[in-house]
Structures are given as structure tokens and as C-alpha cells.
């Protein structure tokens, strides 16, 4: 597609259920993105693909958080057991390999657990 | 550890002025830094990326400016409109972070254009 394309771009979950949230990316990004953002703040980094490898998880802010790309396009991430503090904007971003490249961001995915 | 601080948080201007919005860095070894623009509710939209080679970028009525060795950069935005009012952000991505592609953003400045 055109643009990097996120699903549901709302979610109300109640505390303690599991949610899954989509990411389909720029056809031909080899490199994908999940950031965190607060009300408020600027996105905080959450984990990178590339390709179907996850190659830096250190932004998932506990086990209950868990993401994959399994064929190297489409990525899911999923939070288990939902806490009020997981409520926030989950935004994904694509882009090209190499650091001569600027990332392209999806809507967003605003997660309200109650 | 890299942070990105962005001042100042909030800024409301007359359509028509001229303003700057600035980004500082504490660490200067980074690749490149971006700027973006986000409004309420929407995602982010990347306005201008500098390399780290590079001193500045324009697009339109955006200027972006980049002072690697002091820690620095600005988006000048001239002859402000209403439809400019949006959250900025800068972003910078660190060297070494090939194999991460992490972004280090700022908290944003709030720009309001008033009519």
C-alpha cells in the first residue's frame, strides 16, 4: 500500500485481557518499528525488525509484551494480562535498510484499558 | 545515554510570523536527526530528515538546521499559517544503532497559529 497501514486504530480492552494490534508496512521497508507514546510525550522505541529477525527487543517494557513479523511484512503486537499503564498510542514505522533513510509512521493503534 | 529535549513546550504566534522551533541532543554521535509533525489524534508525519553530513534542509516553508558538534537543531517555519498548528517533534538516531534503527525523540513543541 501507500502508507503504513495499523489496525484496530481503537482499542478498549478491560484490565487482565490480551490484545493484538496490526502493523502492515510500506511494501518493500525491510525495516520495521513499534514505539510506545504516552499522552503528552514523544513515542518512546518499543523493538525493530528486520526482515522477519527481531533484532532489538529492548524497548518492550515487560514479558507480558510480545511482538513478531513472521513472514517479513505484516507484524503483530500483543500485550497480555492488560494493565491501565499499557494505555497509550502504539504506533508502527517502516523504512528502507541503512541510516540514509527516514522512517515512515502509521496512525497509530490507541489502546484505553479500563 | 542519549535525550532529546525539545523548548519550548508550547508556542502561540499570529498567522504570518516567522518562528523557530528547537532541539537539543546531549550526545552528537548520531546519524541523523528528524523532524515530524503530529497532529491530534494522528500518527507521525516526517517533514524533514538531515543527514549528519549535512548542515540544513528545506522544504517549502520549512527550514531545518543541524549543529552536530553542539548538540543542536532548529525548524524555522515562515509566514505561519493556521493549518502549521500541530505537535513538532525531532527525533535523532544515534551512530551505532545500524542494527537497531532506534529514534531518541524529543517531547514535542505544541505550536497554535492563531487567524
Known amino acids: 500500500g501507500a502508507g503504513v497501514s495499523q489496525s484496530p486504530r481503537y482499542k478498549v480492552a478491560k484490565r487482565g485481557q490480551d490484545v493484538a494490534l496490526r502493523c502492515d508496512p510500506i511494501?518493500?521497508?525491510?525495516?520495521l518499528f513499534w514505539y510506545q507514546q504516552a499522552l503528552g510525550q514523544g513515542p518512546e522505541f518499543l523493538t525493530y525488525?528486520?526482515?522477519?529477525?527481531?533484532?532489538?527487543k529492548s524497548g518492550l517494557p515487560s514479558d507480558r509484551f510480545f511482538a513478531e513479523r513472521p513472514e517479513g511484512s505484516v507484524s503483530t503486537l500483543k500485550i497480555q494480562r492488560t494493565q491501565q499503564e499499557d494505555s497509550a498510542v502504539y504506533l508502527c514505522?517502516?523504512?528502507?535498510?541503512?541510516?540514509?533513510?527516514?522512517?515512515?509512521f502509521g496512525s497509530g493503534t490507541r489502546l484505553t484499558v479500563v | 545515554k542519549q535525550e532529546v529535549t525539545q523548548i519550548p513546550a508550547a508556542l502561540s504566534v499570529p498567522e504570518g510570523e516567522n518562528l523557530v522551533l528547537n532541539c537539543s541532543f546531549t550526545?552528537?554521535?548520531?546519524?541523523?536527526l528528524q523532524w515530524f509533525r503530529q497532529d491530534p489524534g494522528k500518527g507521525l508525519t516526517s517533514l524533514l530528515l538531515?543527514?549528519?553530513?549535512?548542515r540544513e534542509q528545506t522544504s517549502g516553508r520549512l527550514n531545518a538546521s543541524l549543529d552536530k558538534s553542539s548538540g543542536r537543531s532548529t525548524l524555522y517555519i515562515a509566514a505561519s499559517q493556521p493549518g502549521d498548528s500541530a505537535t513538532y517533534l525531532c527525533?535523532?538516531?544515534?551512530?551505532?544503532?545500524?542494527?537497531?534503527?532506534?529514534?531518541?525523540f524529543g517531547q514535542g513543541t505544541t505550536l497554535q497559529v492563531k487567524p
Open positions: 514505522a517502516s523504512s528502507f535498510p541503512g541510516v540514509s533513510y527516514g522512517y515512515t
Open positions: 511494501s518493500g521497508h525491510v525495516s
Open positions: 525488525f528486520q526482515n522477519e529477525a527481531q533484532l532489538d
Open positions: 550526545d552528537s554521535a548520531i546519524y541523523n
Open positions: 538531515i543527514q549528519s553530513s549535512q
Open positions: 527525533a535523532v538516531r544515534r551512530e551505532g544503532s545500524s542494527n537497531t534503527g532506534k529514534l531518541i
